[in-house]
């Protein structure tokens, strides 16, 4: 069964530094890979996602990530980040249409 | 426009009270699914379906029923609540395979069951 493994629980960043968000996945083959957002008290959006082609992909609100295959990895990373990225990112990959996600990873940003 | 609806978006009830969430999507999806959240444990599925009368169970569906009597609709039902079943609770709908397995999400029910 695929796995997705977000090993950091909770990052701290100051405003208008870098984020990287890490996230490996356990599967056979190159499953789609996607990221989303969880706002306090809201849904999740979706941020980016990856099924073929070029490795780093481009998301909303800045964000990108860069799939490894060698490392089974799909990190997701923002240059500066704003107050409002403060929120839970949860990573999560699909096989035909189902979707398992990561236990996700609280970013909390100080001024 | 496009949007997974559930309601309601908060519910408080008693043990062994049965209830029912309704989720519908209007955007023709064959998919659809049902999570739990729980802190530290990220989103864990409890049923899906992957069209009308086809139903399956996720990682979690011991207590929780699902009916696929319609594509839009995807009810969500507790026949006897207990306190474990405390949680924030999430539809999703996608298409099948392709290219477009992107997945729309409700904007969540809290339950709590006292």
């Known amino acids: 069964a695929q796995s997705v493994t977000q090993p950091d629980i909770h990052i701290t960043v100051s405003e208008g530094a870098s984020l990287e968000l890490r996230c490996n996945y356990s599967?056979?083959?190159?499953?789609?890979l996607f990221w989303y957002v969880q706002s306090p008290g809201q849904g999740l959006q979706l941020l980016l996602k990856?099924?073929?082609?070029?490795?780093l992909v481009q998301g909303i609100k800045g964000f990108e990530a860069e799939f490894k295959r060698s490392q089974s990895s799909f990190n997701l990373r923002k240059p500066s980040v704003h107050w409002s990225d403060a929120a839970e990112y949860f990573c999560a990959v699909a096989i035909g249409g189902e979707l398992s996600f990561g236990a996700g990873t609280t970013v909390t940003v100080r001024a | 426009e496009a949007q997974v609806t559930q309601n309601p978006r908060y519910l408080i009830t008693v043990t062994g009270k049965k209830l029912t969430v309704t989720c519908s999507q209007n955007m023709n999806h064959e998919y659809m699914s049902w999570y739990r959240q729980d802190p530290g444990l990220g989103l864990r599925q409890i049923y899906y379906s992957m069209n009308v009368e086809v139903t399956d169970k996720g990682d979690v569906p011991e207590g929780y029923k699902v009916s696929r009597k319609e594509k839009r609709n995807f009810p969500l039902i507790l026949e006897s609540p207990s306190p474990n079943q405390t949680s924030l609770y999430f539809c999703?709908?996608?298409?099948?395979?392709?290219?477009?397995?992107?997945?729309?999400f409700g904007q969540g029910t809290r339950l709590t069951v006292v």
């Open positions: 990856y099924f073929s082609g070029d490795t």
């Open positions: 599967y056979g083959a190159t499953p789609y």
């Open positions: 999703a709908s996608s298409f099948m395979g392709g290219l477009n397995t992107e997945a729309f």
